[in-house]
């Protein structure tokens, strides 16, 4: 079962929506809510599996919802205004539903989500979400200015400090958060992610090359290209736990 919340101020679209989708019985709708303050709630205490996301809203945008969680479920855009596309795609959304939602189009965007719950069991997804430590296949959701992305933290290659900011890296990507590296290096889970000294914290994974360094450190090469200087006391506890 998957188990969804749908969040738009239009109570109509709300009850349209759930009426479409009482053909589809592998959804269950949990709540729902009208507003971006409503849905963090509804989302942080029920933990759901996907949610139906309108993104013009009094207040807060679907876009600013996002960007305050700590992990991301599922997202279908459902939204009046086409222009919002492009954005919407670019955040990596499962799919985008213009209203009136078609139940041909419901249906379509419903595949991708059964394609995306067939590479990854629910019954992981549902054990990871209670954890405060985020698991490397959890999504999250990354806003930067006007751009916004869907990210596996697996995909996530590198975390730089900048300040009171960390730049991430995936992809050809570096966008700015507003998070220390203290801050991130509490919430990930250390058997993928390591802090290589006061700047940087790596993904283990994608680590390309590893070279000893001056002064008994070690120079990392990540997949990305970028190099990072492991310092001499982070170095014993990398080849402790790299066992080398």
């Known amino acids: 079962m998957i ?3 749908i969040i738009d101020d239009e ?21 729902e809510a009208a507003n971006a303050a409503e849905g963090v709630e509804k989302i942080d205490s029920l933990n759901p ?12 945008t679907g876009f600013d919802m996002l960007a305050e969680l700590e992990r ?14 492009l954005k919407a795609f670019e955040v990596n959304a499962l799919d985008y539903l213009l209203k009136p939602v078609e139940p041909k189009r419901l249906a379509d965007a419903l595949q991708k989500l059964q394609i995306e719950e067939d590479k990854e069991p629910l019954s992981d997804h549902a054990i990871s979400v209670n ?3 985020l698991n490397e296949h959890d999504q999250v ?15 996530i290659r590198l975390f730089e400090s900048v300040g009171n900011y960390a730049k991430v890296y995936f992809g050809p990507n570096k966008p700015l958060i507003l998070k220390s590296l203290n801050a991130l290096e509490e919430r ?22 590893i070279e000893p360094y001056f002064n008994g450190g070690l120079l990392l090469e990540m997949k990305g290209g970028e190099k990072i200087e492991v310092s001499r006391r982070q170095t014993v506890k990398f080849k402790e736990m ?3």
Request: glycine residues 2%.
């Open 242 to 244: 790299m066992s080398l």
């Open 3 to 5: 188990r969804a919340i």
């Open 141 to 155: 959701f990354v806003k930067d200015g006007e751009r916004c992305w869907f990210v596996k933290l697996s995909d």
């Open 72 to 85: 991301a479920p599922n997202v279908i855009f459902t939204t009046a205004y086409d222009e919002y596309a």
């Open 49 to 60: 599996d996907l949610i139906f996301l309108d993104i013009q809203m009094p207040g807060k």
């Open 188 to 209: 990930l889970d250390e058997k993928v992610f390591f802090r290589a000294n006061r700047k940087h914290i790596v993904n283990l994974r994608l680590i390309e090359k």
């Open 131 to 133: 954890r405060s430590i």
């Open 11 to 31: 109570r109509l679209a709300r009850n349209e929506l759930k009426k479409l989708l009482l053909d589809f019985p592998e959804i269950e709708v949990i709540a």
